[in-house]
């Protein structure tokens, strides 16, 4: 089993997924740092269009490797262009405004890429066929990725010295990529499932590279089927994940990560507008998840981070606050009652 660093939050943390709304990257990380103490993070404003977007952020951090944006997606490039500089462009703007408003901070703080399998199901190559169909391919994006990581968590370090950094890996397709159900450009066929342990080994090398800063590594997927035990082996120490979809096949595995200390980031909180619960109310489900498992209540609010289901890119900024504010609550309700 590999090596992983602990998240160190205290009991009853919450945090976002990763987007917010709107186009302000100022008022985004007031709104993320002053909602969330314990935990805050490097807001995502896709709405600004290509380069803050998923693809395109991540796409920007790759070390000689380059992606433009054509009419069918994010494809590789010879060289950069109009599309990196923008990305570019947009990081330093989104790290300016989160360094301003973590001045003296110390503690836990989180930044998001995208996954290096999610990366190679939606980076095309010149061909316009995905990263994913080659296994070359593969190879130098997690390589490049990897390279890129560690010089954006040093941009990060120095910026926010105080900081123990949690690098969260966006990965809502791997289910897809290991079940062979991602589908080729034509849209006919799929790719061909990728080996487990191909899987594990690439995470694992962005895990090590989040060890290397002194971090730990959260995976965050939004799609059925999270494979918990693959992740926990590939080192990270936090998997995040939409509490909606989470079916008792998935107890076994729940209840061995949480008994060797894996930190459940569960999605509890609607991403989108709509009415809410009351605090409580929204971790009602995850209660009744640790009674099932059979494990100690005095665990659930040091084992469990609340989050929002998914990123809150498609809700209003007043919603995003609401949202925010609202999983900080449902979290101090399961660390004042864990019964």
Not at 169 to 191: F, K, N
Not at 274 to 300: I, N, Q
Request: proline share 6%; with cysteine; charged share 20%.
């Amino acid at each position: 089993m590999s090596e992983k660093s602990s998240i160190e939050v205290g009991p009853g943390t919450a945090t976002g997924v990763g987007s917010m709304p709107g186009t302000d990257a100022r008022e985004a990380a007031k709104t993320v740092t002053g909602s969330l103490e314990t935990l805050p993070y490097l807001p995502e404003l896709p709405a600004r269009g290509p380069g803050a977007d998923m693809i395109g952020r991540t796409a920007g951090l790759l070390v000689e490797v380059f992606a433009q944006v054509e009419p069918s997606g994010w494809r590789i490039a010879d060289r950069p262009g109009r599309d990196t500089r923008r990305a570019h462009s947009w990081l330093r703007e989104d790290l300016d405004a989160l360094e301003e408003f973590t001045q003296g901070y110390e503690g836990a703080l989180k930044v998001s890429a995208v996954g290096p399998w999610t990366l190679a199901a939606a980076l095309q190559l010149r061909g316009g066929e995905a990263a994913l169909a080659d296994p070359g391919a593969c190879r130098e994006l997690t390589a490049s990725l990897a390279e890129g990581l560690r010089g954006h968590l040093a941009e990060l370090r120095r910026r926010v010295p105080g900081a123990r950094l949690v690098l969260q890996l966006d990965e809502p397709s791997l289910p897809a990529v290991l079940r062979g159900q991602v589908r080729t450009a034509s849209g006919y066929r799929t790719h061909r499932a990728v080996d487990r342990a191909v899987v594990e080994g690439a995470l694992r090398d962005i895990a090590a590279v989040a060890h290397g800063a002194e971090g730990s590594l959260v995976v965050h997927s939004c799609a059925p089927g999270v494979p918990f035990a693959l992740l926990r082996r590939a080192g990270a120490a936090g998997v995040s994940f939409d509490f909606s979809l989470i079916t008792e096949r998935e107890d076994e595995a729940l209840g061995e990560a949480v008994e060797a200390g894996t930190k459940l980031f569960a999605g509890v909180v609607p991403g989108v507008d709509g009415p809410l619960s009351d605090p409580a109310g929204s971790v009602m489900g995850v209660r009744t998840l640790w009674r099932r498992l059979g494990l100690s209540p005095e665990a659930l609010a040091e084992s469990v981070v609340v989050t929002p289901s998914c990123g809150l890119a498609g809700a209003s900024p007043a919603y995003a606050r609401t949202a925010l504010a609202h999983c900080v609550r449902a979290a101090r309700s399961l660390a004042d009652n864990p019964e």
